[in-house]
């Protein structure tokens, strides 16, 4: 049985609006609305041209209803530069790794999420904290997409080639799930995934979005990625580019960040 609630899934991940998949696949745009409302079915040759047109398989417009994620519980970090768009595209990838994510559930013994709720908390204590809890010590985090992943954050991938969808995370089912946009540098996505982890542990009862708790997030990520104490005794260290760079193989953040 057609499934509406795919449809729309599947068009938002293409990155396309109703009257651009009506174009593709030769319909008015009032049909793909009655599609999507479940008011109607396409008929088995429109069906194909949507299978065609979206590049989904004909066996995910079969199945049953997916968990969709409220945009409005997400954190975008650059949602003012963000096209409505890029954002559903984003979200509704987060859809599709909730059903990937129950499955893989259903597969593997997966860690359970470890994470504390730190809400209200300071972000560098809150980091202090974390790092105390995980026995972190003031080290490097060698690879913090690994770290989280033991820690029971389900990770994904965005590929959103573009610099307005950074990543972002959200609680579902008592899981946290952090998306990361792969397009980004090393650096880049090291510290997004810091950021996220901000959220997880600061905001889980409350609307991440917002500056303020942007920042908060942030504060977080720049503390938990270089602990104070190890910054400052890096201080008698020569202020020099080379010296900077030596540092941040060892540290893994930008020389900005690191400077």
Known sequence: MFNASRLRIARQRAGLTKKELALRIGVDPRAVSGYE??????????????VSALDFPRSFFDSDDIDTIDPGGV???SMTKMTAKQ??????????ALLLSNWADGQFDLPAADLPDLSGADPEIAADSLRRLWQLGEKPVKNIVHLLES???RLF?????????DAYSLWHESRPFVFLNTMKS???????AAHELGHLVLHRHAAPNGNDAEREANAFASAFLMPRASMRAL???????????GIKKV???????MT
């Open 151 to 153: 820690r029971g954050v």
């Open 251 to 257: 540290w893994r953040v930008s020389t900005a960040a």
């Open 87 to 96: 954002r559903d595209a984003a979200v509704s990838a987060g859809s599709i």
């Open 75 to 77: 954190s975008f970090r």
């Open 235 to 245: 201080g008698r260290v020569p202020p020099n580019l080379s010296s900077i760079i």
């Open 37 to 50: 409302a479940d008011q109607y079915a396409p008929s088995e040759e429109t069906f194909d041209r949507i």
């Open 157 to 165: 991938s965005l590929m959103e080639n573009c610099v307005e969808v």
């Open 186 to 192: 090393a650096e880049r996505r090291r510290f997004d």
